[in-house]
Nanobody, 130 residues
Framework: EVQLVESGGGSVQAGGSLRLSCAAS????????MGWFRQAPGKEGEGVAA????????YFADSVKGRSTISRDNAKNTLYLQMTSLKVEDTAMYYC????????????????????????WGQGTQVTVS
């Protein structure tokens, strides 16, 4: 059974930083595709950052590019999202999402899809910036 468990969210002031973690089981950070997708009330969901095309491709949303870093610890099968210079508009529920290889359409889902389009997603961790 696939499980994705997010942690690390919380309330921070604008300009602050957070590191989100996704502990995965049933899927691996070293295979397939995995990333972060966020949703907020009244806003369109969007991909934030992800590894795609196996292990070679890295995606960042334009809104977070330059102030976010995605990383993975394959030994721990854990995915991370380090966010700095947080803005109020970053407030959202952040979900860990994944597809198994060959991850058909994974990148497109990040830009125009919905969380239910992904093969797997976690319960989310709330990030609130004020």
């Amino acid at each position: 059974e696939v499980q994705l468990v997010e942690s690390g969210g919380g309330s921070v002031q604008a300009g602050g930083s957070l590191r989100l973690s996704c502990a995965a089981s049933g899927v691996t950070t070293s295979s397939g595709c995995m990333g972060w997708f966020r949703q907020a009330p009244g806003k369109e969901g969007e991909g934030v950052a992800a590894f795609y095309s196996g292990t070679s491709g890295i995606y960042f949303a334009d809104s977070v590019k330059g102030r976010s870093t995605i990383s993975r610890d394959n030994a721990k099968n854990t995915l991370y999202l380090q966010m700095t210079s947080l803005k109020v508009e970053d407030t959202a529920m952040y979900y860990c999402v994944a597809d198994r290889w060959p991850c058909v359409g994974f990148k497109s889902k990040l830009t125009s899809g919905r969380i239910t389009d992904f093969g797997y997603w976690g319960q989310g961790t709330q990030v609130t910036v004020s």
